[in-house]
């Protein structure tokens, strides 16, 4: 009877989680869009709602909501779809959708999807080659003669799709961790005036203009020619039409030249145009950090520079010294300071509530800052007919990164309450992703902020001249 209860609390939760990624989908990727395909509204939908219900399942461990039974189940099941959708699902429908889109390719899309797929599955096992990922006890080691579980096994596909997701991850938070605080702190904003903007206004006007004059000059000169029948037929089309112009007699206009310097002209009014834009949007960065919200989004680009050096110094020390911590960044602290206090205090009771509030912030902003990332992302390169293909990847994406959270998420909690996430994970090597982690972190917080240096040198000065 409580198995019952406990599954239909799951169906249900799960039941609202797929409403607000259908709603998500409807609302936010395609509504610019009118042709859905509904089997890709629905893998997405699927996805993120039992990603989510992943993130469930480790609040109720924590918590000791349902039966450990029931719950071991639900992991089980829904590790079980996820990585059925992952492995199998979306990477097919990808390749189905983009030999759709071939035209010569439309009649065996059926048999190119499926060889599509095959070619993923081939470079999907072959990524576990090179990584330390399984237990020498239970996993695949190539050439050593240990006898590996079976190739669908969750251990040999969680293994694989967590070093994906954990790359991905990775990559996210290094960015992320540099540009938060570059974009919030007022500190890196440049000093932009009315007087800045209305030079690079008038340097745009007056380039325009130039590029009009010539545009006319070169259009005279064709309508010139075309009358004193100075062109013929050949050779065909404007470009050739311009290198007969140009063999034609002294005084004549030297086209060549003049499309030249206009091109030349709409390069440089294209940039123009776009340090005008840059320059509208720093000044509203800097009215908006007058206001009280702005200078508490400020403050926090403070405490998040303060968190960069610290993440960056300790991905370092990890990397240097092969460390992973064994306990949980919560209860570490909390003995640390007691011990420093010499004071009574139930370390294992408030452990457990403060591991329950980090987890949770951790999980809300996992799921809005990618659900943020993704939008723009979708945004920025979709369009009618790679529309489908996209969403199906943002879908992969979003549940590679959902699954390599649970991985990394397992560390931040206290060690009793890893028991059923790691009967169900089975025999990885947790070490190893956190090490990759702290790795791809590093190499994604440097590479960031040389980027951001480097752009932030090229931009416009704070008083320019006219």
């Known amino acids: 009877m409580s198995f019952l209860i406990d599954s239909s609390i799951m169906v249900t939760s799960q039941v609202l989680f797929f409403g607000f990624g259908w709603l998500f989908f409807m609302r936010q990727l395609f509504k610019d869009y009118e042709v859905r395909q509904y089997v890709v509204q629905v893998i997405f939908s699927v996805t993120f709602a039992f990603s989510c219900t992943m993130f469930e399942l480790i609040i109720f461990e924590i918590l000791g909501v349902l039966n450990s039974s029931s719950r071991y189940f639900h992991w089980k099941l829904n590790l079980c779809v996820i990585l059925l959708i992952l492995v199998f699902l979306v990477p097919f429908y990808i390749g189905y959708f983009i030999v759709s889109n071939i035209r010569l390719l439309h009649r065996q899309r059926l048999l190119f999807s499926c060889g599509l797929w095959l070619t993923f599955m081939y470079f999907f096992w072959k990524l576990g080659d090179p990584f330390p990922i399984l237990s020498p006890k239970h996993g695949y080691i190539p050439n050593n003669g240990i006898e590996s579980k079976g190739i669908l096994s969750i251990e040999q596909l969680i293994s694989r799709v967590g070093v994906i997701g954990v790359t991905l991850m990775a990559l996210l938070s290094g960015f992320g961790a540099v540009n938060c605080p570059y974009t919030y702190m007022s500190y890196f904003l440049r000093n932009v005036t009315?007087?800045?903007?209305?030079?690079?206004?008038?340097?745009?006007?007056?380039?325009?203009?130039?590029?009009?004059?010539?545009?006319?000059?070169?259009?005279?000169?064709?309508?010139?020619?075309?009358?004193?029948?100075?062109?013929?037929?050949?050779?065909?089309?404007?470009?050739?039409?311009?290198?007969?112009?140009?063999?034609?007699?002294?005084?004549?206009?030297?086209?060549?030249?003049?499309?030249?310097?206009?091109?030349?002209?709409?390069?440089?009014?294209?940039q123009l145009f776009l340090e005008t834009v840059d320059l509208y949007a720093t000044k509203e960065r800097i009215e908006y950090s007058k206001t009280f919200k702005g200078k508490y989004f400020n403050f926090l680009g403070y405490f998040f520079s303060i968190y960069c050096v610290w993440k960056i110094f300790m991905a370092t020390i990890n990397i240097v010294f092969d460390r992973v911590g064994k306990t949980d960044p919560v209860t570490r602290g909390i003995e640390i300071t007691v011990n420093y206090l010499g004071i009574?205090?139930?370390?294992?009771?408030?452990?457990?509530?403060?591991?329950?509030?980090?987890?949770?912030?951790?999980?809300?902003?996992?799921?809005?800052?990618?659900?943020?990332?993704?939008?723009?992302?979708?945004?920025?390169?979709?369009?009618?007919?790679?529309?489908?293909?996209?969403?199906?990847?943002?879908?992969?994406?979003?549940?590679m990164y959902f699954v390599s959270s649970v991985l990394l998420i397992?560390?931040?909690?206290?060690?009793?309450?890893?028991?059923?996430?790691?009967?169900?994970?089975?025999?990885?090597?947790f070490n190893f992703y956190h090490r990759w982690f702290d790795v791809i972190f590093l190499v994604s917080a440097l590479s960031s902020i040389l980027f951001l240096y480097l752009a932030h040198k090229q931009a416009p000065e704070k008083h320019m001249t006219p």
């Open 194 to 270: 009315d007087t800045d903007i209305l030079a690079l206004e008038r340097r745009l006007l007056q380039t325009m203009d130039m590029i009009i004059s010539k545009k006319k000059r070169i259009a005279m000169a064709r309508r010139n020619l075309f009358q004193k029948g100075e062109v013929n037929n050949k050779p065909s089309g404007f470009w050739g039409m311009i290198k007969s112009v140009t063999t034609s007699a002294p005084g004549s206009e030297n086209l060549t030249l003049i499309q030249q310097e206009v091109d030349a002209l709409e390069e440089l009014s294209r």
């Open 344 to 399: 009574q205090f139930d370390v294992k009771f408030w452990s457990q509530h403060i591991s329950f509030i980090l987890v949770g912030i951790i999980i809300v902003t996992s799921i809005r800052g990618l659900l943020i990332t993704l939008t723009k992302f979708f945004y920025a390169i979709s369009s009618s007919k790679s529309s489908n293909v996209i969403v199906l990847l943002l879908a992969q994406i979003m549940g």
């Open 410 to 429: 397992r560390m931040s909690m206290p060690l009793e309450y890893r028991t059923i996430i790691t009967e169900v994970l089975g025999e990885l090597q």
